[in-house]
């Protein structure tokens, strides 16, 4: 197994713990080893503490995700703490070998055993273990191979530090892109929402012109932030929570702005089967729908349905007021409309029978990744 394809593994998979099974099953298939395992320093417990994050062979693979405790005669925190590896013909009868009751029954069948560091830098990040049954005809091969086990467990170590930069630089776009969000467009949004409300007060030609001009300035600055924020927290890990929630979250923030609280329908299994990046286009479709409701005059009721298909997914978003005439090029409609041709969706909007307007936004779903 490569160094680059270490790495194309490691990076490739958001979750670490899946993607070091993919490595050491690996390893143990070219090695011909019976048992490996691969654990990792874990800076969320106590100095010294590790984590099993993969074990492959000998039926130890429920192993994955146990703790090892900070025990400074063990084999794994002397490896660890000296940066230095641990090879014996006999385990067994190494003076440190003092395994944890969850890997005594795997270990005691080990001849032959591996502990080598994964050293990146001047950084121990962790400690991996190689064994062979007592008997095994591999055992006098696998003992002239420790350089290469040693280059090994170093080209995993490397990747282990890539893949974890990787991830704190998507945290990190994340978290910028979420504050963006959060305290720029959320407040261009309140912003540009009231002005709606006031243009639809303001007595002069006058001052509803000027009214008309500083909310399109505001779309166009919403529609030039908007794409910087979602490209800068595309792929990044999110505690986000599920669309749902999300939706209801939504609906109840606009009840503050309309005086009561629209009523929301959602057929179809939505949060298990929307892409993510869809499900986000969804809140915000949600969002500037309810925001556009808001410049109609006389809302009194507002239904927000949402139909999850094989193939599609419908927001309808119904009222009962009065829009007036609109800008669609510089307006919440039109921003509506880019985002969802971008998902090869269509945005319309119709006059309803009674007084009122409905505007449906459908994407497709086939065509998303």
């Known amino acids: 197994m490569a160094a680059s394809e270490i ?15 993919v ?6 298939e070219v090695s011909a080893a019976d048992y490996v395992s691969i654990s990792l320093a874990d800076p969320r417990y106590p100095r010294g503490t590790a984590i099993v994050e993969a074990a492959d062979g000998m039926g130890a693979e429920h192993l994955a995700g146990h703790i090892l405790l900070n025990n400074k005669q063990a084999l794994w925190t002397q490896v660890a703490q000296s940066g230095k590896g641990i090879i014996s013909r006999d385990i067994t009868s190494h003076p440190a070998y003092n395994p944890p009751s969850e890997l005594a ?58 893949a974890r930069a990787q991830m704190l630089v998507m945290e990190d ?52 932030i908007g794409p910087a924020v979602f490209a800068c927290s595309e792929g990044a890990a999110t505690d986000q929570q599920p669309v749902s929630v999300q939706l209801v979250e939504e609906v109840d923030a606009a009840s503050s702005l309309l005086g009561f609280t629209p009523r929301l329908v959602v057929c ?67 921003w509506l409309r880019d985002r969802a041709e971008r998902l090869g969706g269509t945005v319309a909007v119709q006059a309803a029978t009674p007084p009122g307007t409905t505007l449906s936004w459908c994407v497709p779903l086939e065509r998303q990744s």
Request: glycine share 8%.
């Open 105 to 162: 029954e795997t270990m005691s069948a080990i001849g032959l055993a591996m502990y080598l560091p994964l050293v990146a830098g001047e950084t121990v990040l962790g400690v991996m273990c190689a064994g062979w049954r007592c008997g095994s005809p591999y055992t006098d091969i696998a003992e002239q191979e420790v350089p290469w086990m040693e280059v090994f467990a170093g080209e995993v170590a490397l990747a282990l530090q890539q």
């Open 23 to 28: 490595v050491a099953r690996r390893l143990r």
């Open 173 to 224: 776009r994340d978290r910028i892109a979420r504050e963006l969000h959060n305290v720029a467009v959320t407040r261009l949004f309140a912003i540009g929402t009231h002005l709606h409300v006031l243009t639809g007060m303001a007595g002069q030609a006058e001052v509803r012109r000027r009214l008309g001009h500083a909310i399109n300035d505001i779309d166009e600055t919403i529609r030039r």
């Open 268 to 334: 179809g299994r939505l949060d298990d089967r929307l892409p993510a990046h869809v499900g986000s286009e969804l809140v915000l479709a949600v969002r500037e729908s309810l925001a556009d409701v808001a410049t109609h005059t006389a809302v009194s009721r507002i239904d927000v349905n949402v139909q999850v298909a094989a193939d599609q997914l419908t927001l309808t978003v119904n009222d009962n007021g009065q829009s007036g005439e609109r800008i669609v090029g510089g307006s919440t409609l039109g």
């Open 7 to 21: 790495t194309r593994v490691l990076l490739r998979e958001t979750n670490l713990r899946k993607s070091l099974r």
